[in-house]
């Protein structure tokens, strides 16, 4: 244990108000430039407006910046918030923080949702959301201290940098006994040398007697966490009950918990057994499917990739209970425990990795021509405990994998590192080399984008081909599908407001395997509701894994079994029961919609948020080069038959791919088109300002900044 | 004999995951099954023999993200 310091520097007492359906109608401010603490209301319409949770720190965020502000500003902001039905301990999913600032991958608003305690525990000790502005030259911890109400800021020194010795640490120092007690917030030292840190939120594993944590990994969150001088923010609170969100009709939420919690407990086993191996599954299927990114998004097949998949976790995981927040009946959130890194500082010692999920899987393994599990545990492990988003390393070193083997780049650029596909001790080096603001992982750590910006002007390596197979848009690294084949998916990413995150839409399954939505009014109508729907969870504080990853038995002989409606039902019905609002399906749908246009037009005001912005590289539409083509020459020879009406006869493999993808563009810039009348957007892709005002986010400014952009109607 | 979805359902030598989803009386577009702990996806369905006494869950959908 090493010796450290903290020493209190500012303190608040305050009185913590009663929650009231699901809410405390206040917010707590920090500035650490001049120490500053403070409690702010939530005004009724802000509420109103912006329901909770994202919606929330959008809004502290819009009024926090400025158009010119970047993500290493003091005035940027760092917001946490849970929702009105976070911390429910008896629905299943109901412990998640969304975590939102601007990135300094994307230079826009970012969001990213996590597990873990701290945001129910930040809401009972007080405050619906966190708002963090300022910076500080000397680390600083704070400490949200919900039982004896009171807000400390404390100057640190001595403690480790990497979050799984910290997370312990601050565990242990502020438990009192108690463990269960603390939620941990921090990061590590790739945070602060990288621009692709994340965030780990702990909670308590009362059987394993260790923190864990969860990741908010997308778009840098971390670096403007460590950038700021914080080194964590911990939250502190004691017995969660039904009635610690004083919901409105107690009896009502028991019964639709209790109704969506056992059919959990009955299905999951029968389905996808998420309680016993998480997101493995996923592997094989998407492999089997030719869905896997292999060597960076090449191919999505590979013979090896099962042994990256669920039969291998499924013994390498150490059972028992993994839930990240309590009562949740999908407890996906495994471990490997006893695992003995071959590199780094924790080399020969043993540790418990928490993880890996599908995303790491793939991002850190066949992405990287790596089908070594125990490598990918430790890829895995480091991240965690270095501060680094799995998926932006395992893209990012992709990216640079290819670029190595195309001869785009080489040794001398490299430090030595012979950076091929499937050398797993480069990777894993590049990492450290991250971690430590060293060598060549220096420049990977900066993300995809800046990657090919320091290749052209310090390389000489021509731009066009770095476009194509760079697998970031907006900024953000592209989490881990292949989206070759199925065009919905490509808006899925391509559209999503902060970059290339499967979590506003996951259309593949619907669009390429099953067909069901082939033309382009279809699929503008799934990229109108999945990312309307899937935006309320993080308005809420849930996680969406139990509603469409564990699926009622009936649910296929509904109308639209893509929508599992009896889910969305059920949730209409738990935010009635928490919030006394009554409502139904439609009105979750009028909710995220409010707060997904907000987000667009706030990317317009930070300068981005039209049609150009949501290009994506070819790579995601299809092949790039000659051997990816020939690889799959009878697919591709089809379309072009049979779709685009070519004659391919005596075409060379160079024509025909240019041939496709003059057309694949196309098609992409029509479903562009759809999707943006869709969701009531100019064809320039901004919200009109009748879209703003049904929706009721025709503020002054905004109206203004739509007037300002040349939007009139 | 092999349990489909919870329910009895006779086994025939070399029945493949296809020939199954023909003879059991549900229409939906099943993208992957599992026997036991093995997840079978559909490329796969026509080569993947069903052993006897094995169980059989039908996932609905695949939802992924």
Not at chain 1, 567 to 584: I, K, L, M, P, R
Not at chain 1, 614 to 632: C, F, K, L, N, Q
Not at chain 2, 28 to 40: D, K, L, S
């Amino acid at each position: 244990m090493p010796e450290y310091d903290l020493k209190e520097v500012k303190a608040l007492k305050y009185e913590r108000p009663d929650i009231v359906n699901g809410y405390t109608d206040q917010t707590l401010y920090l500035d650490l430039s001049d120490r500053k603490i403070a409690i702010n209301p939530v005004a009724e319409k802000t509420k109103k407006t912006f329901t909770g949770g994202k919606g929330y720190n959008l809004w502290l965020l819009w009024n926090a910046v400025q158009p010119s502000t970047k993500w290493n500003d003091p005035e940027n902001a760092l917001c946490i918030a849970a929702g009105p039905l976070g911390g429910t301990p008896l629905y299943p999913g109901s412990g998640k923080s969304i975590v939102a600032t601007l990135s300094p991958t994307t230079a826009s608003v970012m969001d990213s949702n996590v597990g873990g305690y701290f945001g129910p525990y930040l809401k009972f000790s007080g405050f619906d959301a966190l708002e963090i502005q300022g910076k500080t030259s000397k680390e600083v911890v704070v400490f949200i201290d919900g039982i004896n109400q009171k807000i400390q800021i404390f100057e640190t020194s001595g403690l480790p940098d990497n979050a799984y010795e910290l997370s312990a640490i601050l565990t242990d120092h502020f438990a009192q006994g108690k463990p269960r007690n603390i939620s941990v917030v921090s990061t590590g030292p790739g945070a602060k040398n990288t621009l692709i840190g994340c965030l780990n939120f702990t909670w308590y594993d009362s059987k394993r007697k260790r923190a864990r944590y969860k990741q908010a990994g997308r778009g840098g969150v971390g670096t403007v966490f460590a950038d700021k001088g914080l080194k964590a923010v911990v939250a502190c609170w004691n017995n969660v009950t039904a009635d610690t969100n004083n919901p409105a009709d107690k009896a009502r939420l028991k019964n639709v918990a209790k109704l969506h919690s056992r059919e959990i407990v009955e299905l999951d086993p029968k389905q996808n057994e998420m309680a016993k191996i998480g997101t493995t599954h996923l592997v094989t299927i998407m492999n089997d499917h030719d869905l896997l990114p292999t060597h960076n998004f090449r191919y999505g097949q590979h013979p090896q990739a099962p042994n990256l998949g669920q039969e291998v976790y499924r013994r390498l995981f150490d059972p028992g209970f993994d839930g990240c927040w309590m009562g949740c009946t999908v407890a996906c959130s495994h471990g490997i425990k006893d695992f003995v890194p071959l590199t780094g500082p924790y080399k020969g010692k043993a540790v418990f990795v928490d993880g890996p999920e599908y995303e790491t899987v793939a991002g850190c393994g066949s992405n990287l021509g790596i089908f070594d599990p125990h490598t990918v545990a430790e890829m895995n492990f480091y991240c965690d405990a270095y501060g680094l988003d799995t998926i932006s390393v395992g893209t990012g070193i992709a990216f640079a994998m290819e670029c190595f083997e195309m001869g785009l780049i080489n040794e001398t650029h490299t430090g030595s590192l012979e950076l091929r596909f499937g050398n797993r001790l480069a990777a894993l080096e590049l990492l450290h080399q991250m971690a430590n603001g060293e060598g060549f992982g220096q420049i990977v750590g900066q993300g995809v984008r800046k990657m090919k910006a320091i290749f052209a002007k310090d390389f000489n390596v021509a731009p066009d081909i770095m476009q194509d197979i760079g697998m970031e848009a907006k900024g953000l690294e592209f989490s881990e599908y292949m989206t070759k084949e199925s065009l919905a998916q490509q808006g899925g990413y391509g559209l999503a407001l902060k970059g290339p995150q499967h979590d506003e839409a996951w259309l593949i399954f619907l669009d390429m395997v099953h067909n069901f939505m082939p033309t382009f009014e279809q699929k503008a109508e799934a990229l109108h509701w999945f990312p309307m729907f899937r935006t309320w969870f993080a308005l809420c504080g849930l996680c969406k894994l139990p509603w469409n990853d564990i699926i009622p038995e009936d649910n296929k002989d509904t109308d639209e079994p893509a929508k599992v409606i009896k889910h969305v039902q059920w949730y209409a019905d738990y935010f009635s029961a928490v919030t006394g609002n009554e409502v139904g399906p439609d009105d979750l749908i009028k909710m995220s919609e409010t707060v997904y246009n907000f987000q667009r037009i706030f990317n317009l005001r930070m300068g981005f948020g039209r049609r150009q912005h949501d290009d994506i590289p070819y790579r995601a539409v299809g092949p790039v080069t000659d051997e990816e083509y020939e690889s799959r020459a009878e697919r591709y020879d089809n379309q072009l038959v049979k779709t685009y009406q070519v004659d391919i006869d005596g075409k060379s493999t160079a024509e025909k791919l240019a041939t496709l993808r003059k057309h694949r563009e196309e098609q992409y810039e029509k479903l562009k088109d759809a999707v943006y009348k869709r969701r009531g957007w100019t064809s320039d892709g901004i919200p009109t300002r009748k879209t703003a005002k049904r929706l009721g986010i025709d503020f002054p400014e905004v109206m203004e900044l739509l007037k300002a952009k040349g939007v009139n109607s | 004999m092999i349990q489909v979805a919870g329910k009895q359902h006779p086994w025939h030598d070399g029945m493949t995951v296809s020939d199954l989803l023909k003879e059991i009386d549900d229409s939906h577009p099943y993208a992957v099954v599992r026997i036991n702990e093995q997840y079978v996806s559909r490329p796969n369905f026509e080569q993947t023999i069903i052993p006897d006494d094995t169980e059989i869950f039908l996932i609905p959908m695949i939802a992924g993200g």
